[in-house]
């Protein structure tokens, strides 16, 4: 039984604007930031006891001094941050005990005994997780684009029966299960779609250059667009794919792809073009969002190393020769093979690496955490020897990338 969390967006009307209350968590976040870059707190928990007499000044709910400092102390421990960190656009966080949702009205605290209600606008997918009764809402984040809820179930783990191999390539997916089923879904409209997004914005950085608050709003526009164009695309293959493991009772096995960014950078000998296509492939985005729809349906998913998958032969292991048209042959078997689909095929035959054991981190959530109402960490506090030590919360997925 593992807990899989979901956040569903909704578009929404306020009942006052929401830009004070915007800048006023920002301002929140960015001096509990340098309140954190200057004391240098252990956890967040210390962060709370150092920033909380600055924050208390703005005179928003407690609940806003408690997630300013989460945001803010996630940024400070962000490994892969460059410089300073510092909250630019505006956005709200809220936990479950700062806000009520009845049905499709939303209210939340602003300061004591002071509320703003929001309505949000839901289709039949967005009422199916608001009246659902087994849903547990976790947190809310409001921006000026939409109302992200977050719900939490609690899922048993699916019992398979096989597992199917998931091929990412630029202009395809491929995959392939035990039932010796094999479909490819051809992609090239969201890298076609990327590409003219690129030459858009080439011309907007072209026409633009005297003025940089015209050029922002163009590029914000079409970036956006962009995104949406291709997150929709990619929803309806990775949905495809869940719901055809749920009905198979299928694991899903994909390749953790690392490094790729670093092959394709200037001087690496590659031509232009093909930098500019592969460092713009998506290949992270399709993989989330086939491991949260997966863990919502209690499927398991796994990730091999992407070495030799496409140039040994799945039946009998042998070395495969490289022909045109992306088309390989194996001697042993006398058989020639796509190159996708001996990919997949390879994913779904190899060996998964055994599960790691729960990590340690310098983190902890108390063990009342819950009963405050804040949302868990995926670290819980225990003792051993007198000393302190966190584990897991949550069932980590084998060989799992983390984020």
Not at 91 to 115: A, C, D, E, G, M
Request: net charge positive.
């Amino acid at each position: 039984m593992g807990r899989s969390v979901k956040a569903v967006q909704f578009r929404y009307k306020a009942s006052m604007k929401l830009d004070s209350l915007f800048e006023d968590f920002r301002r929140m976040c960015n001096d509990a930031i340098r309140i954190a870059l200057r004391e240098k707190p252990k956890n967040r928990f210390k962060l709370i006891e150092l920033a909380y007499p600055r924050l208390k000044e703005y005179g928003l709910h407690t609940d806003y001094i408690l997630s300013s400092c989460e945001v803010a102390y996630t940024s400070y421990r962000n490994k892969n941050r460059k410089s300073n960190p510092y909250v630019k656009r505006p956005f709200l966080k809220l936990y479950n005990k700062s806000f009520v949702l009845n049905h499709l009205l939303l209210r939340i605290s602003t300061s004591p005994k002071n509320f703003m209600y929001l309505t949000l606008q839901g289709s039949d997918y967005h009422l199916s997780f608001i009246d659902d009764p087994n849903l547990k809402r976790r947190s809310v984040t409001i921006t000026d684009r939409g109302v992200f809820i977050a719900f939490s179930k609690d899922v048993p783990e699916l019992k398979t029966r096989g597992r199917i191999g998931i091929d990412l390539n630029e202009r395809n997916v491929t995959w392939s299960d035990t039932d010796g089923e094999t479909v490819t879904v051809d992609t090239s409209e969201i890298a076609e779609l990327k590409g003219r997004y690129t030459a858009i914005r080439a011309r907007i950085a072209q026409h633009t250059g005297r003025d940089g608050r015209v050029k922002r709003r163009l590029l914000r526009k079409y970036g956006e667009r962009e995104r949406n164009r291709t997150d929709q695309a990619w929803h309806r293959i990775s949905k495809s794919i869940v719901n055809n493991a749920r009905e198979k009772r299928l694991g899903m096995v994909m390749e953790k792809l690392t490094g790729i960014r670093k092959l394709y950078r200037r001087g690496n000998g590659k031509g232009r073009s093909l930098r500019g296509r592969m460092n713009s492939w998506m290949f992270r985005e399709p993989q989330r969002q086939i491991e949260y729809k997966a863990a919502w349906e209690g499927i398991p998913v796994a990730y091999v190393l992407p070495r030799g998958t496409s140039s040994n032969c799945p039946d009998c292991g042998s070395r495969v020769v490289k022909l045109r048209d992306r088309k390989l042959y194996c001697p042993a078997c006398d058989l020639t093979w796509d190159r996708d689909v001996l990919a997949s095929k390879s994913i779904m035959a190899a060996v998964v690496p055994a599960a790691r054991p729960p990590k340690r981190s310098d983190e902890g959530e108390s063990k009342t955490q819950e009963e405050v109402g804040n949302p868990l960490s995926r670290w819980a506090e225990v003792k051993h020897d007198g000393e302190d030590h966190r584990v897991s919360r949550t069932q980590r997925l084998p060989d799992h990338p983390g984020r």
